[in-house]
């Protein structure tokens, strides 16, 4: 969670971060409270990692502005590799 706070605050409103746990909220708040992030959290308590073909944990998704799935990485992401796709991907 570290590296998606960095990228966080390196893009701003460049780019939209959302982390879904799948632990339920108790959980989900604990983290939120310990790690101090500031982009948005939810809780995926309808599949939703199944729906966007997400097969381990963590699962990273790459949504363009209009919707469209760009890219999906199951495994961990460092900052680097966040960053280098952020970059190729989309442009910024």
């Known amino acids: 969670m570290p590296d998606f706070e960095k990228i966080h605050q390196e893009f701003g409103d460049e780019v939209t971060i959302l982390v879904l746990a799948i632990e339920g909220i108790t959980q989900a708040q604990k983290i939120v409270k310990t790690t ?3 982009y948005r ?6 599949d939703l990692l199944a ?10 998704i790459f949504v363009s502005i209009e919707g469209l799935i760009v890219d999906r990485y199951s ?9 280098n ?5 989309f442009g910024i």
Not at 51 to 60: R, V
Not at 85 to 89: A, D, S, V, W, Y
Request: proline share 3%; charged share 25%; hydrophobic share 30%.
């Open 85 to 89: 796709k952020i970059t190729t991907e």
């Open 51 to 60: 729906e966007f073909g997400g097969i381990a944990m963590p699962t990273t």
């Open 36 to 38: 101090g992030v500031t």
């Open 75 to 83: 495994g961990v992401l460092t900052y680097e590799d966040l960053r």
């Open 41 to 46: 959290t939810g809780i995926d308590d309808n």
